[in-house]
């Protein structure tokens, strides 16, 4: 018993033997009634066990392109049991994990399967098949497995996926972010020797375009132009336009080796061979006295090879 109970019970003894019996009686009647209750939650609060999970909570959080990405969900394991057609049926719904909804949040709207979802939560469920997932996206994501009534109205898109038979096990059930690029990933699901993925598409070009535009209407600062050059370069766009914000990012910055880089880069491309090796010169410098030997490698292989 705690400190502060029996402290109640001191005082409150001490009001009933100095006091009206009548009076403090009843409220002696009133503190057993809390006494026991505190006294039932002590003995619970400090005499619990903690155990693993069978089915441990997992959060995985990745920025694809420009777009936050969040998935929530519990893991279960295989335990020496058959997962595909026996503990998770095929041709029937299931919740995709254990214990709360999987869910998976989106800061932005995106395609998954080819399919458009706005931005926000949605839980997921899957109907497995033999050869192919169908991956039910539901706004309703308050389940504490599957809902209670499945509402069709609820349901934001439903996604094929084929599945792949893998030659090793996975023994939890894993959803993962894969093979990441500036304008999606692969969004995978795998138990036991089976995968089925998704296509995530998301929105970087347009948020990235409409960001460059905004910026340069203002006050562009050296890094400004420099991201947008490079960004430029990177995915195919106009390289002369790439050219002049690279020299602007230079003329405000000039004693940046990697800029230097970029601005060789974006040269070559446009056959500027000479104005290439120049730059590659001076990043070269810049990178040996900064002691960035990965740089001194890249611009000495430059040389070398724009040389002949």
């Not at 002590?42 to 005499?47: K, L, P, Q, R, V």
């Not at 192919?132 to 349901?155: H, Q, R």
């Not at 995530?200 to 905004?214: H, R």
């Amino acid at each position: 018993m705690s400190f502060y109970v029996i402290k109640i019970i001191f005082n409150n003894l001490k009001i009933l033997l100095l006091g009206d019996n009548k009076v403090y009686l009843k409220k002696l009647k009133k503190m057993k009634k809390i006494i026991l209750i505190i006294c039932i939650y002590s003995a619970f609060s400090y005499g619990q066990i903690k155990t693993p999970q069978p089915s441990p909570l997992s959060i995985v959080e990745q920025v694809v392109g420009l777009t936050n990405v969040t998935i929530k969900y519990s893991r279960p394991a295989m335990r020496n049991r058959n997962i595909m057609g026996d503990l998770v049926p095929y041709g029937e719904i299931w919740r995709a994990g254990a214990n709360a909804n999987t869910t998976i949040e989106f800061s932005d709207d995106v395609v998954v399967g080819g399919h458009s979802l706005v931005a926000g939560k949605y839980a997921i469920f899957i109907r497995p098949g033999v050869s192919m997932w169908e991956v039910f996206f539901y706004t309703k994501t308050d389940n504490g497995g599957l809902p209670e009534k499945w509402e069709s109205d609820a349901v934001a898109a439903v996604a094929e996926s084929s599945v792949t038979n893998l030659s090793n096990k996975v023994e939890s059930f894993t959803i993962s972010i894969d093979d990441l690029n500036q304008n999606g990933a692969i969004l995978n699901f795998k138990w036991e020797n089976t995968q089925a993925g998704l296509e995530l598409e998301v929105p970087t070009e347009a948020k990235t375009m409409a960001s460059i535009k905004k910026t340069m209407e203002g006050e562009p600062k050296s890094r400004d132009y420099y991201s947008a050059a490079v960004y430029f370069r990177e995915t195919g766009r106009d390289l002369n336009k790439a050219k002049k914000w690279i020299a602007k990012a230079i003329k405000m910055d000039d004693d940046k080796y990697w800029m230097y880089r970029q601005q060789a880069l974006i040269l070559i491309e446009l056959n500027e061979t000479e104005a290439a090796i120049v730059a590659s010169q001076t990043s070269l410098k810049l990178a040996t006295k900064a002691g960035n030997q990965d740089y001194v490698r890249m611009n000495k292989k430059a040389i070398d090879e724009w040389s002949n």
